[in-house]
């Protein structure tokens, strides 16, 4: 999972500078050539794009610095955590559902992954098997009891 979504950013990244420096420049000086700027929406709209493309290569770059920051020494077998699958009762029908923490930078929601910003994701770090929790939601809340969890060790083994 760690190794996938490296991957994705670093793709993101380099798509990204070669628009920064490739296609954004040839945008804004063809928008340049057309004569009067201040009622020009292409020039416009490449300057708010070269903007935006530049933010997100900050982000990139500084969620790249954390994620190779982890080291999966660190990332505790016995708890819930980044990357970790995770099997919950739901205290209130009985139902049983199955997520995987992750990132929010790259959700695949097929998958079930959830943010670990989210409120079930804050819920559920640092809890183990048999724990309860409640995650608060804007129209009351929900109540869990961890039936079981794979950290993101275990997770990995089973996808090589």
């Not at 993101?12 to 954004?24: D, I, K, R």
């Not at 992954?113 to 079930?120: F, K, L, Q, V």
């Amino acid at each position: 999972m760690l190794d996938e979504l490296l991957e994705r950013l670093n793709g993101e990244a380099e798509a990204l500078l070669h628009e920064l420096s490739v296609t954004l420049p040839k945008a804004i000086e063809t928008a340049v050539a057309q004569g009067d700027l201040s009622e020009n929406a292409e020039y416009t709209a490449a300057l708010e794009r070269q903007q935006f493309v530049g933010a997100r290569l900050e982000h990139i770059s500084r969620r790249l610095g954390e994620l190779t920051e982890i080291d999966l020494e660190d990332v505790p077998l016995d708890r819930i955590g980044f990357g970790s699958r995770v099997e919950l009762l739901d205290l209130d029908d009985e139902t049983v559902e199955r997520y995987t923490l992750a990132f929010g930078d790259y959700l695949d929601f097929a998958k079930a992954e959830i943010s670990m910003a989210s409120p079930i994701g804050k819920a559920l770090l640092g809890k183990g098997n048999g724990d309860e929790v409640d995650v608060p939601l804007p129209n009351g809340s929900i109540r869990y009891r961890v039936l079981g969890f794979e950290t993101l060790h275990e997770v990995g083994r089973a996808t090589d």
